[in-house]
């Protein structure tokens, strides 16, 4: 029997999807990921930061939208980011470091 997971957006997330993705794009993804919350891989450095690929129109996988989300062991994802893979693929040390703090406040470690 599965849980019921609550999905959170962040501000900044929620802005970018309504530029890279339909309603029904983003609920996929939902469905996918709670089938399978730990589908994505775990960014280093980020503390347990994931990354999951999102199907946009019929793109293809270059004009994939890249998703990073946390898991919390409440079941909750938070949803973090999203860009396209065309403009970024990897992140720079600083950005993990950013996203690692703010990964310890989502999940409350930041105490």
């Known amino acids: 029997m599965s849980h019921a997971i609550e999905f959170v957006e962040t501000s900044i997330f929620t802005k970018q999807i309504k530029e890279l993705a339909t309603d029904d794009e983003l609920k996929d993804l939902q469905v996918e990921l709670i089938a399978q919350p730990e589908k994505g891989d775990i960014i280093r450095d980020t503390g347990g930061l ?43 040390n600083e950005e993990k470091s950013q996203l690692k703090k703010l990964v310890q406040t989502l999940k409350g470690e930041d105490k």
């Open 50 to 92: 994931r990354k999951v690929r999102m199907a946009v129109g019929n793109k293809g996988k270059s004009g994939s939208v890249r998703v990073l989300y946390v898991l919390t062991h409440v079941d909750k994802i938070f949803l973090v980011l999203a860009y396209p893979k065309s403009v970024k693929d990897s992140l720079t």
